[in-house]
């Protein structure tokens, strides 16, 4: 059976232009979300033939002194290189932890200063990867972590414990005082191979367009969803499982070996597996369509979530009505 750690290889430059310029997977729902024209120039800055060149071999090095298995983790390290390496931007403070009396209040993602404006910045990361569990809910493929209550998290705490007297004490220590916050939450949302219920306004229909299947509905039903989607024909499509590394940009990863769809629902039955899995078809090298497998059980797992889910930054372990799997 094909090892998918060696299988598949991630691109992380094409990952690092993906974080930098992904779109938010909500809108319009209490946050401070980094505007697309900041997004804009980051890209353009590390997507430049000249600086590719030039910083690529250092993304590489500063990845590999920094291993890590959290695909949130891993996220937030392109982050930092971008910080450390755009112009337009002075890295502060990554990670930088908030006590009082011995107490953790919270800790902050980002500091930096943005030059052009020579103001001090906030920003939290979180890179997220929901399936729709009904028409209200989003869950983590894991089960351990909800949109909903990520959103409430980032609104209540994790963006106004920035502002509150003991970060203020904090970073006066350093001459810093915080001009503006920025939240930044990209990712894709899976919606039901069939049936999906409709979606809140809140959600981004240009990220939602992915789909989550058990064996069962994949084998019976994924050619004549593909189908009416007007994908074609898709019998000759090549599929794997993506590593998390491999979650994030769009084809940003090479693979050795590829097989059929019943060879890949095949080995996720034989494994036995009680997570889901990140699966990817390809055709002649392009990916056609991105999705999870989930377990037979999932759906009943997932269908009553706990009153109040535990926020995990590493859910990563993250429209239109349309319920059949679109082309991307």
């Known amino acids: 059976m094909t090892d998918y750690f060696t299988n598949v290889q991630p691109d992380h430059w094409a990952n690092l232009l993906w974080a930098v310029s992904a779109p938010h997977i909500v809108r319009d729902c209490g946050l401070p ?3 697309p024209e900041r ?20 993304l590489a090095t500063y990845l590999t002194e920094r291993p890590s298995g959290r695909l949130g983790i891993y996220f937030e390290d392109l982050w930092g290189f ?26 902050l ?29 989003w869950v983590g493929p894991g089960l351990r972590d909800r949109l909903d209550v990520k959103l409430a998290r980032m609104r209540n705490h994790q963006l106004p414990v920035a502002l509150g007297s003991t970060a203020s004490a904090e970073l006066a220590q350093h001459l810093w005082q915080v001009s503006r916050q920025w939240a930044l939450v990209p990712g894709r949302l899976f919606r039901p191979l069939c049936e999906a219920p409709p979606v809140s306004a809140e959600i981004n229909p240009q990220v939602s367009n992915y ?28 599929w794997t499982r993506l590593p998390k590394q491999a979650w994030l940009a769009d084809g940003g990863y090479a693979v050795a070996e590829d097989v059929g769809i019943h060879t890949v629902i095949e080995q996720f039955s034989q494994q036995a597996a009680f997570r ?6 390809r055709y002649h090298g392009s990916e056609q ?25 590493s859910n990563t372990d993250t429209d239109t009505g349309n319920s059949k799997p679109p082309q991307h």
Not at 39 to 58: D, K, T, V
Not at 83 to 105: C, D, I, K, S, V
Not at 112 to 137: M, N
């Open 33 to 35: 979300l980094l505007p």
């Open 211 to 238: 789909w989550w299947a058990t064996p069962s509905t994949l084998g019976r039903e994924f050619a004549v969803a593909a189908r009416e989607a007007g994908m074609g024909e898709t019998h000759n499509w090549r």
């Open 276 to 281: 889901p899995w990140c699966i990817a078809a």
């Open 109 to 137: 993602d980002f500091l930096v200063r943005y030059l052009p404006e020579s103001c001090v910045e906030h920003w939290e990361l979180a890179v997220k990867f929901y399936l729709q569990v009904d028409g209200r809910h």
């Open 82 to 107: 971008a910080f450390e390496h755009h112009p337009q931007y002075q890295l502060l403070a990554r990670n930088l932890p908030l006590r009082e009396q011995g107490r953790t209040l919270g800790e």
């Open 289 to 313: 369509s991105r999705g999870f497998i989930v377990p037979e059980d999932w759906p009943h797992r997932a269908a009553i979530p706990p009153p109040s889910a535990p926020d995990s930054d």
């Open 39 to 58: 997004q804009a120039a980051l890209r353009e800055y590390f997507a430049a033939g000249e600086n590719r060149a030039r910083l690529e071999p250092l």
